[in-house]
Structures are given as C-alpha cells and as structure tokens.
T-cell receptor, first 109, second 117 residues
Framework: DAKTTQPNSMESNEEEPVHLPCNHS???????IHWYRQLPSQGPEYVIH???SNVNNRMASLAIAEDRKSSTLILHRATLRDAAVYYC??????????FGTGTRLTIIP | DGGITQSPKYLFRKEGQNVTLSCEQN?????MYWYRQDPGQGLRLIYY???????QKGDIAEGYSVSREKKESFPLTVTSAQKNPTAFYLC????????????????FGDGTRLSIL
C-alpha cells in the first residue's frame, strides 16, 4: 500500500480553522484519499474522502493538490469536540484500511 | 438510528478459553470487517466479508475465526490459539457498489476491549 506521512501532533485554538496536512508522494492513479478520526476508546469515524477534486461535506473540506501527492483536511471552525487523532489513508483496490499513527489534534479553549 | 453495535464493551478471557465478540449492523451493508488495535497503534485487519456465507483472511487472521450466516451479523471468535489477544477490537461495515467496497467509507462500532485474566 502507498504510504502517507502526517505530523505527529498539532494544536489549534477553538473557533479557528485547522489545516491538517498529509503527504502521499507515492500515490497511484486509482488511490482514493480517505480521512478518519478517532477519539479515545471509540471506533474511528469517517470524515471525508476524495480522488482528484476538492470535496466538501458537513464535517470538513478536503483539498487535494493538483499532482495528488499531498492533501489537506480543513476543519473550518474547530470546536473542543474536534480534538482527536486524525488519520489520512490511501485506498486502492484493497479492502482494508491501513492506518498509520495519525495526527493528534489538540484544541485550545 | 442505523449503526453498528458491538458487544460486550469489555471482555475477559481465561487461558485456553475461546471467546466470541458480537457485531451487528442495521445499515443494510454488504461488507463487514474486523480490526485489531493495540495501544498507540493503527488498525490491523483480521477478517472481512463481502457477502453472506463468504469471508477472507486479513493480515493477522491466525488465532481468530469468523462466520457470516446473516447479512447483519459478523461475529469474531478469539481462540485459545491466539497467544496475545489483549487488544481493542473494532468491527466496521460498508456498502458495495458495482461489486466492490474499497472506495466506500467504513462505519465503525465502538469496539470491544479484550483482556486476559
């Protein structure tokens, strides 16, 4: 599976936008970019996914670089409930989700 | 509300004992998955099933068994052959379109934490 690289941790102030980066320089043309987040002692929660174009949903936006070698998850207005570990995952014709260690996001009140 | 229910939330296993973790979904999803998560680590796939009465091994299937007799249920048995079963177990499901599910999001339950007595 193609690998992703994320910062280990980030901090953001409450009610400000958060930009979570992900590098995936070995991405292939059929890889989808998925983002999940996980709170302690809970199952991961799907956030958003995309292939080539930027995507928006009620939770977040996904900005995908033109060469697809990087992407950014954007939380438009962070709340304390957004504090979690965020995982950037590539999926090709493979059933499994390969989780790395993700980015631990801390929200400062 | 539709969702995935895992039970029990906490489970203890004695040496030499088999234990079964329950996973039920009412999302009408065809595909179901079992993952294992160790502290500070990502998820590793144990087994998955794309359709009733069919399932495939994931990366760490040794010491585990599953069945898929009903669309909504995908129980996982941790056998005595699994020598290090202490972990957080997560069940997930997803829809299939055009016969595949790899590009669809997976929906997770809240997990079962298994420990050894």
């Amino acid at each position: 599976d193609a690998k992703t690289t994320q910062p280990n941790s980030m901090e953001s102030n409450e009610e400000e936008p958060v930009h979570l980066p992900c590098n995936h320089s070995t991405i292939s043309g059929t890889d989808y970019i998925h983002w999940y987040r996980q709170l302690p002692s809970q199952g991961p929660e799907y956030v958003i996914h995309g292939l080539t174009s930027n995507v928006n949903n009620r939770m977040a936006s996904l900005a995908i670089a033109e060469d697809r070698k990087s992407s950014t998850l954007i939380l438009h207005r962070a709340t304390l409930r957004d504090a979690a570990v965020y995982y950037c995952i590539l999926r090709d014709k493979n059933e499994k989700l390969t989780f790395g260690t993700g980015t631990r996001l801390t929200i400062i009140p | 509300d539709g969702g995935i229910t895992q039970s029990p939330k906490y489970l203890f296993r004695k040496e030499g004992q088999n234990v079964t973790l329950s996973c039920e979904q009412n999302l009408n999803h065809d595909a179901m998955y079992w993952y294992r998560q160790d502290p500070g680590q990502g998820l590793r796939l144990i087994y998955y099933s794309q359709i009733v009465n069919d399932f495939q091994k994931g990366d760490i299937a040794e010491g585990y068994s599953v069945s898929r007799e009903k669309k909504e249920s995908f129980p996982l048995t941790v056998t005595s052959a699994q020598k290090n079963p202490t972990a957080f177990y997560l069940c997930a499901s997803s829809i299939r379109t055009a016969g595949v599910s790899f590009h669809q999001p997976q929906h997770f339950g809240d997990g079962t934490r298994l420990s050894i007595l």
